[in-house]
């Protein structure tokens, strides 16, 4: 089978990208053009169910779009570093600019200095601006003003638009190596999600009936069969399982059934094999008996347990859910209030840096592998994101970034 990509930038990149992109056997390209990058963060939210991974042509629609929470996706961007960057002083070199005095955008001043050095350039009167968060095309456009009449090197094609008519601008065009890098990442990301998402989810169900069942059966794209002891059997797979509830935080189809029947026990489990799954939903079933007649448990492999919710919870920020909800949000990822409190503190003393799990081992006074297990129970439901690695310095493992939103 084949593979949809979104290819997404401005509309003199978008069809080069998609083209070099479809190289690629068994890719697919859908080529979504703007006028302007802000324009990336809406293409993404309507396209999402088209393409099973996103390409942006540059790291500036991409962070639009990741910073408004719209990827739901695998999604990489095109490097405009190394190749892309000497390809363009080679070019403006040819054209008679003095490449040493350059006012560049975007690009990290680190790799900006490398790549000049690399190429035996100096470098004392170059002016960079790299990419942040809080940039915007209007900042970058006033800071290559302020640079005087020196030539300017951009990777937006609004900033391009805006100063043409007054000084030399290049548009960095993303090389074929650096498509073809970013397409490998992005390919290798996808597959491993198709992979998770393709692995086997086994629910036990204890109600009365199977006709209300069978209903939730079908919208899970699942097959219903009796088990032993009047329990009923749900076979389908992870994606399908993570959607319907919400990212593994709650089950709706819970009150559904319970508005038939008084008892509604549900366990499920993830597992790579179906003996793994089955395994995994005994013990789901069992925490479900224990906590009362209408409960539902998804349990995973390392021993994590996370208990569904009827419905989904309404968003807890900080504090100001109160005890109550940190209660409720307690219960529902199988961790302590004292526990998510002290993990609220490390959340607001970092702001919006991630933590490292050694971090949040130190803050929580417990081993990293404890912290570890923590965070991945924090990140299926939706309130951790992991964000890279760190390597630690030393042979030992690379230490996990996470982003904590709880």
Known sequence: ???????????????????????????????????????????????????????????????????????????????YSGSTLLGALVRLQHEGHDVSRLSIDTLATGEVISTFTEAGLPTGELRTLPYRREMTSEGAIAFHRRGGARPVVTCLSSVRDALRDEMHVLRLVPSVRSVRVALRQLLLTAEGQAQEDAQIALGLV????????????????????????????????????????????ALPMLTRLAEQSDVVRVGFGLGRSAAEAESLARRALARARRIGDVAAVLSLRADTDIVLESAPAAPITGAAGGAHSLALLARRVGLSVPTLEKLQEARAAAGDEPLTTREIADRLVVQQRTARRMLQ?????????????????????????YRLTL
Not at 380 to 393: C, F, Q, Y
């Open 377 to 401: 129970r924090l990140e299926l439901a939706g309130l951790a994101e992991r964000t890279g690695n760190l390597t630690s310095g030393s042979s030992g493992r690379p230490l996990t970034l």
């Open 1 to 79: 089978m084949g593979i949809v990509i979104g290819v997404v930038g401005p509309h003199d990149l978008v069809d080069d990208v998609a083209a070099t992109c479809e190289e690629q056997l068994g890719v697919t390209a859908l080529r979504l053009d703007y006028d302007h990058e802000s324009h990336a963060p809406a293409i993404v939210e309507a396209q999402a169910g088209a393409v099973e991974g996103w390409l942006f042509t540059g790291i500036v629609p991409y962070m639009l779009a990741r910073d408004a929470d719209v990827l739901t996706r695998p999604a990489a961007f095109v490097d």
């Open 206 to 249: 204890e109600v009365a009936g199977e006709d209300g069942l069978l209903r939730e059966a079908a919208a899970l794209g699942g097959t219903l069969a009796a088990f032993r002891g009047g329990t009923h059997l749900l076979v389908t797979t992870r994606g399908p399982l993570h959607d319907a509830t919400a990212g593994f935080t």
